[in-house]
């Protein structure tokens, strides 16, 4: 039998391709209820529905979904993943971790003007398998996306780990995101191979077909595929009616593409919460009474 995706030559009974990591029988399987089963796997945000699959050198598994996900990375022997600083719970003792600048100062500078850390974490199982587990810092959900020879864009704070071989890229949001207060940058990410995106809440995704138009709140963004166009506007026409609305900037896509939109909004939830906070000039708490 040979793998549908790639053309190797595979053992009878294989589950997953040993080249390009793909799942069996599942090339041309709609990823979720209402997709056409004709539907390219070259294109659609592909994530396993039990939340399990392997790629090359590793295993992944995503548990305790949607409020307080966590992703089980089970590497090969030598084989490496690549987070955000910080994103990781735990490891084998055997996972070397190593923290440098990707892209050097330039490249620093601008994953800290895209509000991460300028520093990437890679971890690497020695001598042996390994295993690595990853969470976002806030209660939400983790998407596992199997990307091949895709381009996905991330809002910033939505991005958590990946295969080593992704590029990652900071591009420029647009000015109307700046002015927002929504975020200035969002990351461009390519290649075949894992990606792991965390959101506040569940993931609701999002269908488009060629020519849908389609408005999210930019609070409410976490991945969208490259095959999108969108642009930001305000949600309502004129200043005052998008003030009196209480919704700042929008995106508005164009298909054909597919959207992972999170339920809850951080800001928002910050908003919320600030009433409560101890006052700057009072020192004490205030409780809106």
């Not at 040993?18 to 070259?42: F, H, I, K, M, V």
């Not at 305790?64 to 490496?80: C, D, G, R, T």
């Not at 295969?163 to 207060?181: M, N, P, Y």
């Not at 929008?250 to 593409?257: D, H, I, K, L, S």
């Amino acid at each position: 039998m040979n793998c549908p995706k790639c053309g190797t030559q595979l053992a009878e009974g294989s589950s997953f391709c040993s080249a390009c990591g793909n799942r069996l029988g599942t090339a041309c399987a709609p990823p979720y209820p209402g997709q056409p089963s004709d539907y390219s796997r070259a294109h659609g945000i592909h994530i396993d529905e039990d939340s399990r699959g392997q790629g090359r050198g590793y295993n992944y598994e995503v548990l305790h979904q949607p409020s307080f996900s966590l992703a089980v990375i089970k590497l090969q022997a030598e084989q490496s993943i690549q987070a955000e600083a910080g994103a990781m719970v735990s490891m084998s003792a055997n996972v070397e971790l190593q923290s440098q600048m990707k892209g050097g100062l330039f490249g620093a500078i601008k994953r800290a003007a895209g509000g991460e850390s300028a520093f990437v974490s890679t971890f690497t199982s020695r001598g042996g398998p390994g295993e690595v587990t990853f969470a976002p810092g806030a209660p939400g959900d983790i998407a596992a996306i199997e990307l091949s020879n895709q381009s996905f864009f991330v809002q910033s704070a939505s991005y958590l780990a990946g295969d080593a071989s992704l590029t990652v890229d900071t591009k420029w949001g647009g000015a109307k995101s700046f002015f927002g207060g929504e975020g200035l940058f969002v990351l461009l990410v390519q290649g075949q191979g894992l990606l792991l995106v965390s959101s506040f809440g569940a993931i609701h995704r999002k269908r488009l077909q060629a020519g849908d138009r389609y408005v999210v709140d930019t609070g409410h963004l976490v991945a969208w595929e490259g095959t999108t166009q969108y642009t930001l506007r305000k949600a309502a026409a004129g200043f005052f009616r998008s003030m009196m609305s209480g919704e700042g900037i929008v995106a508005e896509f164009t298909g054909p593409g597919e959207l992972l939109i999170q339920t809850r909004n951080l800001a928002a939830l910050a908003g919320l919460l600030k009433p409560f906070f101890p006052s700057q000039s009072g020192g004490g708490f205030n409780l809106g009474s």
